[in-house]
């Protein structure tokens, strides 16, 4: 009897040391590993590194577009590039919905990628697997953590406009209301502080932010969680009408560095939006990672990867669900 459980512990390791990784969906049962395209596009991953290194380059803001293209994906319906797909007669684009509309973008860069993979190995890269890495590589150039994307996500062949509206986080929304659109996505207040630290580059525009500039809060009282220096500077370009699409770096000391700066910003009362501040000033335990973050670079780093890749899993499409689309911006038929 204790040589059948030997022969059975070694075999079962022996299992376990020769399978994927298992990342698995909350709805699917399928997996998701990193090495799904090994042998059937080996090239894949080198593919999407050069191209989105390229726009990186010639234009710095791309990687914290390529970046929020992912994660305003991933909040609705799951990570299945909903988000790419153009209005048709059947579908009604997600690019239209409010926390999109004038702001998602990096949707030619995805083609451009997605174009280059179908000359390579056609009808194999799914592009919700493009949006993952591209996310990745767009950390990685900036300065910021690298983590091992797990991959096989297919692609949806439907979009939600209501859930884009609905489910993605805005920038006026209280913490309460933030951290249940979290936790409805299986996340919890430790990755939506992390997560949150993808601020650390990129922009945001004036209708985001001007509520707080001007005491339009609707309570009658001035936002005092805003630094009233910094909170002048920002009038300069932020109007009380007008000038909405006038854009302002969410990190003011590093704006094109992925680094801790945006949780010091937000300790001297300089976080730009206000789901930015509302994480030191209306949660303890927020308060505390806020802090733990400005304090270590390392510990961020850390959690910002695991935190994405526990979004990059949420209700993934694998096995026969959904389709591997030819262009990222419409279905196969």
């Known amino acids: ?76 319906k799951g990570c299945d590039a909903s988000i790419l797909l153009d209005s048709t007669g059947r579908i009604i684009s997600e690019k239209g919905a409010n926390p999109n509309r004038n702001s998602a973008r990096g949707f030619e860069v995805i083609d451009e990628i997605k174009s280059a993979l179908e000359e390579e190995c056609p009808e194999t890269v799914s592009c919700a697997d493009i949006l993952a890495l591209s996310a990745r590589d767009s950390t990685v150039l900036t300065g910021g953590p690298s983590w091992e994307v797990p991959l096989g996500r297919r692609d949806s062949r439907s979009a939600s406009l209501s859930g884009s509206n609905n489910n993605i986080p805005a920038p006026n929304n209280t913490f309460q209301t ?27 525009r ?5 509520q707080r500039l001007y005491n339009q809060s609707g309570n009658g009282k001035p936002d005092f969680s805003l630094q009233q220096s910094f909170a002048a500077q920002l ?22 560095k992925f680094d801790n700066s945006y949780f010091k910003n937000i300790l001297a009362s300089k976080g730009l939006l206000s789901s930015d501040q509302v994480l030191l000033t209306k949660n303890e335990a927020s308060m505390e990672l806020v802090k733990k973050y400005a304090e270590c670079n390392e510990l961020f780093f850390e959690q910002f990867s695991k935190s994405m890749v526990k979004m990059g899993n949420i209700s993934p499409l694998t096995g026969f669900r959904g389709e591997i689309r030819k262009s990222c911006r419409k279905i196969n038929s």
């Open 1 to 76: 009897m204790a040589q059948l459980i030997s022969v059975v512990l070694v075999l079962g390791l022996a299992f376990l040391a020769f399978s994927p990784i298992c990342f698995c969906g909350k709805t699917t049962g399928g997996y998701l590993y990193p090495q799904f395209y090994d042998r059937s596009c080996p090239k894949a991953r080198e593919i999407v590194n050069s191209i989105v290194a390229k726009a990186v380059a010639k234009e710095a803001r791309m990687a914290a577009s390529l970046l929020r293209l992912h994660f305003h994906d991933c909040f609705v």
């Open 178 to 204: 933030i951290l249940t659109k979290f936790m409805l996505q299986g996340l919890n207040v430790v990755d939506l502080v992390a997560l949150s630290g993808s601020h650390t580059i990129g922009n945001a």
């Open 206 to 210: 004036c209708t985001s932010f001007r």
């Open 235 to 256: 009038r300069n370009r932020c109007p009380r009408s007008g000038g909405d699409q006038n854009l302002f770096f969410l990190d003011f000391v590093s704006p094109t």
